[in-house]
């Protein structure tokens, strides 16, 4: 079993910045896969940026020059340095990480609102 706990999510206005935390702990063998995804009032819930436990990494269309991934491997951790925030980025971001399955975090809410 595997806990991620998010961190880092608010208010801010557009044209700001906002870096998001998540860290893992529990059980694994291997934490393969990190990252998170975020779901909109009304919307699915869509990738954001993912990266493997070697470094690849994946964007969402929409957040690709925006926003960056990075994790640490000893730490389990995983973070979104998120710039150039629109409006559209308001959604609840959730942490997600693949061992043999599937976990995902409870979520924090990120605003962006003038």
């Known amino acids: 079993q595997v806990q991620l706990v998010e961190s880092g999510g608010g208010l801010v206005q557009p044209g700001e910045s906002l870096r998001l935390s998540c860290e893992a702990s529990?059980?694994?063998?291997?934490?393969?896969?990190m990252g998170w995804y975020r779901q909109a009032p009304g919307k699915q819930r869509e990738l954001v940026a993912t990266m493997t436990d070697e470094g690849v990494t994946n964007y969402g269309d929409s957040v690709k020059g925006r926003f960056a991934i990075s994790r640490d491997n000893r730490k389990h951790t995983v973070d979104l340095q998120m710039d150039n925030l629109e409006a559209e980025d308001t959604a609840v971001y959730f942490c997600y990480a693949v061992t043999s399955r599937s976990f995902w975090g409870q979520g924090t809410q990120v605003t962006v609102s003038s």
């Open positions: 529990g059980g694994w063998l291997s934490l393969y896969l």
